[in-house]
T-cell receptor, first 109, second 114 residues
Framework: GIQVEQSPPDLILQEGANSTLRCNFSDSVNNLQWFHQNPWGQLINLFYIPSGTKQNGRLSATTVATERYSLLYISSSQTTDSGVYFCAVPLSNDYKLSFGAGTTVTVRA | NAGVTQTPKFRVLKTGQSMTLLCAQDMNHEYMYWYRQDPGMGLRLIHYSVGEGTTAKGEVPDGYNVSRLKKQNFLLGLESAAPSQTSVYFC?????????????FGPGTRLLVL
């Protein structure tokens, strides 16, 4: 099946810093989603982004489908950005998702 | 609008016991999913449903059964719990697929099997 690799596995930031998280996938996809899992375990969908660029406040994401990677940008990080960020791509069709292992982000005040 | 809810939030079972996890969504979504999350890992799909009365296997279906008798509910059953099923279980739903395939997650159920 499709392989999803996220980097870095861990990231420690000072409040106000910017960062980039990366998601590589092994096959072409028509669906890619980014999720944030907060320290209390709740999973929130951030982006549905099979290609192109989207922005939502201080977060933005870019997927380059032809080169099989996606990037998540966090600008002016805040302590509430802490948690685990997952990217997910389809297992075999465009709705069954395979998740990467995640990037754990810790933002320090 | 509660979104996706899960019952119970936490449960302790003994090996061999059975239980049912309930997922409910009030967004009129067609598709529903059950995942498990183990420490240090991403989520893995157990079973899913693309509509009322339908179910299908995901990546790790062994030891679990599901039912979708009503559109808004998706039940996950463990017939004979094993310690390897200790995990956090998440339910999710989506409108359909493609651009309407954004998945919305419930708060999770922590299960400990002794």
């Amino acid at each position: 099946g499709i392989q999803v690799e996220q980097s870095p596995p861990d990231l420690i930031l000072q409040e106000g810093a910017n960062s980039t998280l990366r998601c590589n996938f092994s096959d072409s996809v028509n669906n890619l989603q980014w999720f944030h899992q907060n320290p209390w375990g709740q999973l929130i969908n951030l982006f549905y982004i099979p290609s192109g660029t989207k922005q939502n406040g201080r977060l933005s994401a870019t997927t380059v489908a032809t080169e099989r990677y996606s990037l998540l940008y966090i600008s002016s990080s805040q302590t509430t950005d802490s948690g685990v960020y997952f990217c997910a791509v389809p297992l075999s069709n465009d709705y069954k998702l395979s998740f990467g292992a995640g990037t754990t982000v810790t933002v320090r005040a | 609008n509660a979104g996706v809810t899960q019952t119970p939030k936490f449960r302790v079972l003994k090996t061999g016991q059975s239980m049912t996890l309930l997922c409910a969504q009030d967004m009129n979504h067609e598709y529903m999913y059950w995942y498990r999350q183990d420490p240090g890992m991403g989520l893995r799909l157990i079973h899913y449903s693309v509509g009322e009365g339908t179910t299908a296997k995901g990546e790790v279906p062994d030891g679990y059964n599901v039912s979708r008798l009503k559109k808004q509910n998706f039940l996950l059953g463990l017939e004979s719990a094993a310690p390897s099923q200790t995990s956090v279980y998440f339910c999710a739903s989506s409108l359909t697929s493609g651009v309407r395939g954004t998945q919305y997650f419930g708060p999770g159920t922590r299960l400990l099997v002794l």
